[in-house]
C-alpha cells in the first residue's frame, strides 16, 4: 500500500528511518520529518521520484547511501551541520537538484554522490574535505566552476567526467594526482592551471575536452597516462 502514499508527517516518536522504508513510493511528494529523527539509513526515499519537498532536521547525524538516490523532483536541499560524510550516491540521479547547501563540515563525498545531477550549476565544498570518491561528480552537466579545498590531495578516477559546462577548476591545496578520466569530456574547460604539487596525470584525464587550447605541465610531473590529453 506504500506505492500510493503522497504525503506523510513522521511523528516525535521515530528516531531512524530504516533502510528500504519508502523505496520505490513513486507518488510520495512531501514528507515533513520530526527534529528526533537522527538517522537515514540505505535506500530510504530511493526511487520516491515525485518527492519534491523534503527538510532534513537540524540534529540529523547520519544519511545512508543512496538515501535519495533517483529523486528525479527533488530540486533542493540542506544537509544538517551533524553529517560529516556524504555517503556513496546519497544524491545519484536526482536530475533536477538545483540547490544544495551543506552546513557541517563534511570530510569524504564517496563515489557516486551526486552522479547524475543533471542541473545542479554550483556546490560550495568543506574546507575540511579529504576526499571525493570517484564519479561523485560524473554528468554534472550544469557545473560551471568548482574549488577544491586544501586537504583533497588526489582527483579520483571520473570525479568530473562529463561535466560539459565546467570551465573554472581552482585548486586551494596540494593536490598530487588526477586521475583516469577524472576531466574526461569537460568540453567547457579552455585554461586548466595545475597545482605546482602535481607528480601524476591518469590515462584519458583530459580526454576530448576539445577546447582546452593552454596548459603548463608542472616541472614536478613524473607520469602521464595514455590518452591524457
Known amino acids: 500500500f506504500l506505492k500510493k502514499i503522497e504525503s506523510i508527517e513522521i511523528p516525535s516518536s521515530v528516531t531512524s528511518i530504516k533502510n528500504d522504508t519508502f523505496n520505490c513510493c513513486i507518488k510520495l511528494s512531501s514528507v515533513s520529518l520530526h527534529s528526533n529523527i537522527r ?25 545512508g547511501s543512496y538515501a535519495f538516490s533517483d529523486c528525479t523532483k527533488l530540486q533542493s536541499i540542506a544537509v544538517p551541520q551533524g553529517i560529516t560524510i556524504i555517503e556513496e550516491g546519497l544524491f545519484y540521479r536526482c536530475t533536477s537538484l538545483r540547490a544544495i547547501t551543506i ?62 559546462s565546467l570551465e573554472s577548476v581552482t585548486f586551494s591545496g596540494k593536490v598530487t594526482a588526477i586521475n583516469t578520466q577524472a576531466f574526461a569530456n569537460c568540453i567547457g574547460i579552455q585554461t586548466f592551471t ?27 610531473v613524473n607520469s602521464i597516462g595514455e590518452g591524457c590529453f
Open 39 to 63: 538517522t537515514i539509513e540505505e535506500r530510504a526515499f530511493f526511487n520516491c521520484s515525485m518527492l519534491n519537498d523534503i527538510s532534513l532536521p537540524t540534529n540529523l547525524e547520519t544519511l
Open 103 to 164: 552546513l557541517g563540515n563534511v570530510s569524504s563525498i564517496k563515489a557516486n554522490a551526486f552522479y547524475h545531477c543533471d542541473v545542479l550549476p554550483s556546490i560550495n565544498l568543506s574546507k575540511d574535505l579529504l576526499e571525493i570518491g570517484s564519479s561523485a561528480f560524473e554528468n554534472c552537466y550544469e557545473l560551471s566552476s568548482i574549488t577544491i579545498p586544501e586537504k583533497v590531495t588526489t582527483i579520483n578516477s571520473l570525479v568530473f567526467h562529463y561535466c560539459y
Open 194 to 220: 595545475f597545482p605546482d604539487s602535481l607528480t601524476s596525470l591518469g590515462s584519458n584525464a583530459f580526454y576530448f575536452c576539445q577546447n582546452l587550447q593552454t596548459i603548463v605541465i608542472p616541472k614536478d
